[in-house]
């Protein structure tokens, strides 16, 4: 087996996952990109080898896929394991986000569960086997903070990031004890062409960068073998700030309900 270790990023050809791909290759990993158009793979790897200048044995590979397709990511898992005799790590990105809830049809809603939360079961299921018998492995998988928190008009996306969070949960707890960590990483905006087609409430500087998502997982792989990491969550100052403004408004509108209440008491008390 190759000394090498090996990184799946699916999504990997633009976004979150191109920045993580950067980020592997900067660490020693040979990367393997998962996407569905081969141009962008093929200008992802461009770009990676221009920057990194690999030799042979860390040259990036790439998987044209569609992740919604069964048979095709299963058949896509069998051939990185063939083609590269080992996975150290897998970074599930790859994902869709169309606004709705109940003005979503039910094959939009279905594509949202197949692409954001069936894939990443997918991709685990096919790894976990040859994590464990190589004697460890890591798992990221990129959910969404409205995979924590919901939004109104966003509940197809939110009810497949929510499932993709429990579903990292449970793994995490069984694999835990075996030498496999199981990470779910929950942004609120990231800069990326997704974000920019929701027309966001954010300027683009104000959200968080792709590039903070890919220092996450340095920071991650930087614990100590002892540390096991559940989940983190990454917000953007902007939107905390606001919330907490709304918050802190509401307070004080009820504290001032609240003193004109005491002082009408007060009066028919006659004080
Ligand atoms: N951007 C945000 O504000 C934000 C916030 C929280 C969470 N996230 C999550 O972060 C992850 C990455 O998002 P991003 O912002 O980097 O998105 P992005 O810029 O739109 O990139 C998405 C990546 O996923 C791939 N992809 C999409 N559908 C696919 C499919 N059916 N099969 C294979 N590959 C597919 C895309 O390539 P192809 O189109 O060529 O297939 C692309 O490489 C997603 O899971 C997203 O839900 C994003």
Excluded at 49 to 70: G, I, L, N, T, Y
Excluded at 147 to 176: D, I, P
Excluded at 263 to 268: A, K, T
Aim: charged share 25%.
């Amino acid at each position: 087996m190759s000394q090498v270790p090996v990184a799946v990023v699916t999504g990997g050809s633009r976004g979150i996952g191109k920045a993580v791909a950067d980020e592997c290759m900067s660490l020693g990993y040979r990367v393997v990109l998962v996407a569905r158009n081969p141009r962008n793979l093929e200008q992802a790897c461009r770009e990676l080898c221009e920057k990194h200048s690999p030799d042979a044995a860390h040259q990036p590979d790439m998987a044209a896929v569609d992740v919604a397709d069964v048979a095709a990511v299963k058949a896509t898992a069998e051939d990185i394991i063939r083609r590269q005799g080992r996975v150290d790590l897998l970074f599930n990105a790859a994902g869709i986000s169309i606004p709705g809830t109940f003005d979503q049809d039910a094959e939009t809603f279905t594509r949202l569960f197949a692409v954001n939360l069936r894939a990443p079961f997918l991709f685990m299921q096919a790894f976990l086997p040859q994590m464990t018998a190589q004697g460890g492995g890591r798992i990221v998988n990129v959910a969404s903070r409205n995979g924590k928190v919901a939004v109104a008009g966003l509940g197809g996306y939110s009810a497949s990031k929510y499932g993709l969070v429990g579903l990292s949960e449970s793994a995490y707890r069984e694999y835990a004890a075996r030498g496999i960590s199981i990470t779910t990483i929950c942004p609120g905006w990231v800069n990326t062409e997704m974000a920019a087609n929701e027309g966001p409430s954010l300027r683009p500087e104000e959200m968080v960068q792709p590039e903070d998502v890919a220092r996450t997982l340095r920071w991650l792989l930087s614990m100590s073998p002892s540390v096991r990491v559940m989940e983190v969550m990454l917000e953007c100052a902007g939107d905390v700030e606001r919330r907490a403004s709304v918050e802190l408004a509401k307070l004080y509108a009820l504290k001032r309900r609240h003193e004109k209440e005491f002082e009408e008491l007060d009066v028919r008390a006659g004080l």
